[in-house]
């Protein structure tokens, strides 16, 4: 039997987790020995029987209850500082992150990479990049969650939420879902395995090295995203220029679009999700809305193909 | 001719549930959260069984998850919510600032009923099948995916809400319009501090709670969409809901318990309280800013990362007042004459309970370091610190403290002394191997587990099964002194407190004469004290 006491760190951000819980801790176990102590020196020495002094008795004290609320003030405010920075960090990826789209289902993760590799329960990916994960769920909420990493992020259906890390060394490490999501909620997960950047492209180039394949394997996601945008007719009203029904889609991704009835909102990934679903949430200037609903015919891991190929649509 | 005492008055069953006597009802609410605790341990104890191995063994995947939620929504609501205050603060409330009764008497009987037909609908729930979906009630996964009877379990908890807040409400008003001549806001007992504070929480946070379950309920009947983004709604509007009373709660079952360590410690260190002033002004503070923390339990949904940032701040805020109770307690050792009867000994427990467990929550509020452990065994550990090693301990310690007060008998202190020494070791061994567990990654509500983490679980069980034990032995030695105990004078601890100034157990109407009062709370000179 084993028993481990600390996890294996295996990000670049875990080491950093880490140092934040070590300082945390010694914190709290200096004031635990300092309570601890205090109560049993003091439980000792004034014990009913002991003869110990106890002439002029003290109530109150200003000066102790300001140094008892400003000290402990002031060693929170340095946690709270730390622990911000760290989170901010963890929320803002690397601008050269590697996308790998992820939906949560009851109980599985269906996983796609950018370069068109689909997997499920399992995350390939090299060393020393930073992979920012695209993520939903098709019903419940779930939460991805890699130990080894020291990261987290909740996954909610009607939404994308996103997180990235960078692994720091070879290996395969847990993967667990940790939100509450149904029976089978234990047994949602399986293994990131991070790879040496030539294995990863090994793994990215083989056709059966234990990812599910995709029926197009072989394409890339923005590849097969440009086929359902096809087959779904959507050139026929985008077309490219000011020809279409609708607006053109060059360049959208990333762009201020500007709505009716004023305000504008930035095209993430979330409005093109929305906006395929839920054409007349957020109606753009100019444009009378008359496109239909696409939901129902699409489902997460298509919408998620369609937003990677509007997101390689290159403005002129 | 010396009035009968309470319990002597009126033998009839109808003098029982019919009646109005605060310290009757007090009762009734003792047996009744007594019942759901075995009931919440109980699902505990399955749980602790099916941990022990890294696969399933006892019990199926579904099984566990109704256990958990069994165990959390009896816990939670029909016991820790109802514990002290109801229990204690009805019993001890009216008596410790003079009064005859509680401002509204039938309002209070109401109230019980109202705890009862809650917890007949949430043991409906569980016995017709149960429900999987924690006690947290997440949606879209309970207003539309779950198959148990979510709807029954919510009405349970919505109507043994109305119990909270009338119960809120009676306090309220008994504090302000019920004490006796001379007793001042500033010479009012700590306990009843807290219970003021914890009321504002059960008036102004539980009809949040009912809203929220009440959409969930119309979300999961007539599919309006609230919650579900399928229909429109917003899942983590749900979360904002359910947490901004939640975490008040999580004051609900902890000030009272503070409330009652700030009795016990001066009394067995026969010394005035250090910091009056200090520790029931925190009280309030823990009962405002409490109110401003809930999104902590939010930081990874996808709230954003500006809320995070605000509630962490606040949450570190929060911890302040809280250190500020503990060490004006050991502020008041200093300088006592230590008595370490059995309530004494509670109370130090609590201390060091609730400092682990507040400690640990320095961790949870910093935003990177809750990123790793949130939703791990490292939250379970920490909440049941505050919730078990804190409130639970404070509850027992007030139980034994007032015990004399209520039943007019002595139990054994030796026996006290060893249930407190043996709830205190199980219940570290049970927890503190779930802080390391928390930070390995275990996620909660696991029905398995990779088998790396099973020697901590197995000690996590086996502390577990020492704190039952721990839990079962006041039962017999408490039940043994209602027969065998020595009678209790008025004031076997040799108390200050208007309670102690009426007879054990006290007569009907509390006292035969008005008291007055002319002097703060806390009056112990440090004498060497025989106690009963």
């Given at each position: 039997m084993t028993l481990p006491l600390f996890p294996v760190a295996a990000s670049t951000l875990a080491p950093r987790v880490d140092a934040l819980m070590l300082y945390v801790l010694g914190i709290v176990l200096t004031f635990i020995v300092l309570v601890g102590g205090f109560i049993f020196f003091f439980a000792l020495k004034y014990h009913h029987g002991s003869r110990a002094d106890r002439s002029s008795p003290v109530y109150f004290s200003l000066p102790l209850e300001l140094a008892w609320t400003v000290i402990p003030l002031v060693l929170t405010l340095s946690i709270f500082f730390w622990g911000a920075e760290l989170f901010i960090a963890m929320r803002e990826p690397p601008a050269d992150a590697l996308e790998v789209y992820v939906v949560g289902r009851q109980w599985m993760w269906d996983i796609q990479h950018a370069e068109g590799r689909r997997e499920v329960d399992a995350l390939h990916l090299p060393v020393g990049r930073p992979v920012k994960l695209l993520m939903t769920s098709a019903d419940v909420i779930h939460s991805f969650f890699v130990p080894a990493f020291r990261v987290k992020q909740d996954v909610l259906p009607g939404r994308y939420t996103t997180m990235w890390f960078q692994a720091s060394k070879p290996g395969r490490y847990h993967l667990f879902c940790s939100q509450y999501c149904g029976t089978s909620h234990a047994a949602m997960g399986g293994w990131v395995t991070a790879l040496s950047p030539?294995?990863?492209?090994?793994?990215?180039?083989?056709?059966?090295?234990?990812?599910?394949?995709?029926?197009?394997?072989?394409?890339?996601?923005?590849?097969?995203?440009?086929?359902?945008?096809?087959?779904?007719?959507?050139?026929?009203?985008?077309?490219?220029?000011?020809?279409?029904?609708g607006p053109a889609l060059a360049g959208v991704f990333g762009r201020a679009v500007q709505l009716e009835g004023g305000g504008t909102v930035l095209a993430d990934e979330s409005y093109l999700r929305e906006s395929i679903l839920r054409p007349n949430a957020k109606i753009v200037k100019g444009w009378p809305p008359r496109m239909p609903t696409y939901e129902g015919q699409v489902d997460e891991a298509q919408l998620q193909q369609l937003v990677a190929y509007l997101k390689s649509l290159k403005g002129a | 001719m010396e009035p009968l005492d309470y319990l002597h008055d009126g033998d009839t069953v109808s003098s029982w549930l019919l009646t109005t006597d605060h310290k009757r009802i007090g009762l009734l609410y003792l047996f009744s959260i007594t019942f759901f605790f075995f009931i919440g341990g109980f699902a505990a104890l399955l749980m602790r069984l099916e941990l022990l191995t890294p696969a399933g063994h006892l019990v199926q995947a579904e099984t566990y998850n109704k256990l958990f939620t069994m165990h959390g929504v009896t816990m939670v609501f029909f016991f820790l919510i109802p514990s002290i205050p109801s229990v204690l603060g009805n019993f001890i409330l009216p008596l410790m600032i003079g009064a005859d009764d509680?401002?509204?008497?039938?309002?209070?009987?109401?109230?019980?009923?109202?705890?009862?037909?809650?917890?007949?609908?949430?043991?409906?729930?569980?016995?017709?099948?149960?429900?999987?979906?924690?006690?947290?009630?997440?949606?879209?996964?309970?207003?539309?995916?779950?198959?148990?009877?979510?709807?029954?379990?919510?009405?349970?908890?919505?109507?043994?809400?109305?119990?909270?807040?009338?119960?809120?409400?009676?306090?309220?008003?008994?504090?302000?319009?019920?004490?006796?001549?001379?007793?001042?806001?500033?010479?009012?007992?700590?306990?009843?501090?807290?219970?003021?504070?914890?009321?504002?929480?059960?008036?102004?946070?539980?009809?949040?709670?009912?809203?929220?379950?009440?959409?969930?309920?119309?979300?999961?009947?007539?599919?309006?969409?609230?919650f579900?983004?399928?229909?429109?709604?917003?899942?983590?509007?749900?979360?904002?809901?359910?947490?901004?009373?939640?975490?008040?709660?999580?004051?609900?079952?902890?000030?009272?318990?503070?409330?009652?360590?700030?009795?016990?410690?001066?009394?067995?260190?026969?010394?005035?309280?250090?910091?009056?002033?200090?520790?029931?002004?925190?009280?309030?503070?823990?009962?405002?800013?409490?109110?401003?923390?809930?999104?902590?339990?939010?930081?990874?949904?996808?709230?954003?990362?500006?809320?995070?940032?605000?509630?962490?701040?606040?949450?570190?805020?929060?911890?302040?007042?809280?250190?500020?109770?503990?060490?004006?307690?050991?502020?008041?050792?200093?300088?006592?004459?230590?008595?370490?009867?059995?309530?004494?000994?509670?109370?130090?427990?609590?201390?060091?309970?609730?400092?682990?467990?507040?400690?640990?929550?320095?961790?949870?509020?910093?935003?990177?370091?809750?990123?790793?452990?949130?939703?791990?065994?490292?939250?379970?550990?920490?909440?049941?610190?505050?919730?078990?090693?804190?409130?639970?301990?404070?509850?027992?310690?007030?139980?034994?403290?007032?015990?004399?007060?209520?039943?007019?008998?002595?139990?054994?202190?030796?026996?006290?002394?060893?249930?407190?020494?043996?709830?205190?070791?199980?219940?570290?061994?049970?927890?503190?191997?779930?802080?390391?567990?928390?930070?390995?990654?275990?996620?909660?509500?696991?029905?398995?587990?990779?088998?790396?983490?099973?020697?901590?679980?197995?000690?996590?069980?086996?502390?577990?099964?020492?704190?039952?034990?721990?839990?079962?032995?006041p039962l017999v030695y408490l039940a043994w002194s209602l027969k065998y105990g020595r009678k209790a004078g008025p004031n076997p601890w040799k108390a200050t407190g208007l309670e102690w100034t009426t007879a054990s157990p006290p007569p009907k109407e509390n006292f035969t004469q008005i008291p007055l009062v002319d002097s703060g709370p806390y009056r112990y000179e440090g004498e060497e004290v025989a106690f009963d």
């Open positions: 030539a294995d990863y492209q090994r793994w990215l180039d083989g056709a059966s090295a234990g990812g599910v394949a995709d029926s197009a394997s072989g394409e890339t996601m923005a590849e097969s995203g440009a086929r359902l945008f096809h087959r779904l007719n959507c050139a026929a009203c985008h077309r490219d220029g000011a020809s279409g029904a | 509680m401002a509204f008497p039938r309002m209070n009987l109401l109230s019980w009923y109202l705890f009862m037909a809650g917890g007949f609908f949430a043991l409906s729930a569980m016995i017709l099948g149960g429900v999987d979906t924690g006690w947290t009630f997440y949606a879209p996964y309970s207003s539309v995916y779950s198959n148990t009877r979510v709807i029954t379990m919510a009405v349970g908890i919505i109507i043994a809400g109305f119990s909270s807040i009338f119960t809120g409400l009676n306090f309220i008003a008994t504090i302000h319009r019920l004490r006796a001549p001379g007793l001042t806001w500033s010479r009012l007992p700590l306990f009843v501090w807290s219970l003021y504070a914890t009321s504002l929480i059960f008036v102004l946070g539980t009809p949040v709670l009912t809203m929220s379950l009440v959409l969930i309920a119309l979300e999961r009947l007539f599919g309006i969409g609230v579900n983004p399928a229909l429109g709604g917003d899942p983590l509007l749900f979360q904002h809901l359910f947490w901004f009373y939640s975490h008040p709660a999580v004051y609900i079952m902890i000030l009272p318990s503070m409330g009652v360590v700030s009795e016990i410690i001066p009394c067995f260190a026969r010394k005035r309280i250090f910091g009056y002033g200090f520790i029931a002004g925190s009280s309030l503070a823990i009962a405002l800013l409490g109110f401003l923390v809930w999104g902590h339990h939010m930081f990874v949904s996808g709230q954003s990362l500006y809320a995070g940032l605000v509630f962490s701040l606040f949450s570190f805020l929060v911890a302040i007042p809280s250190g500020v109770k503990v060490f004006n307690w050991i502020a008041t050792l200093h300088k006592g004459r230590i008595y370490l009867r059995t309530p004494m000994i509670y109370a130090l427990g609590f201390i060091g309970l609730f400092t682990i467990g507040g400690l640990t929550g320095l961790m949870l509020a910093a935003l990177g370091l809750d990123a790793h452990v949130h939703d791990t065994y490292f939250i379970i550990a920490h909440f049941h610190y505050i919730m078990v090693g804190g409130a639970v301990m404070g509850y027992l310690g007030g139980i034994h403290f007032w015990w004399p007060k209520i039943t007019g008998r002595l139990y054994s202190d030796f026996w006290g002394r060893v249930s407190a020494v043996v709830v205190f070791i199980g219940f570290n061994l049970t927890f503190f191997p779930q802080f390391l567990l928390g930070y390995l990654g275990m996620p909660r509500r696991f029905y398995h587990y990779p088998p790396e983490f099973q020697v901590l679980n197995v000690l996590s069980t086996a502390g577990a099964s020492i704190l039952g034990v721990g839990y079962l032995i």
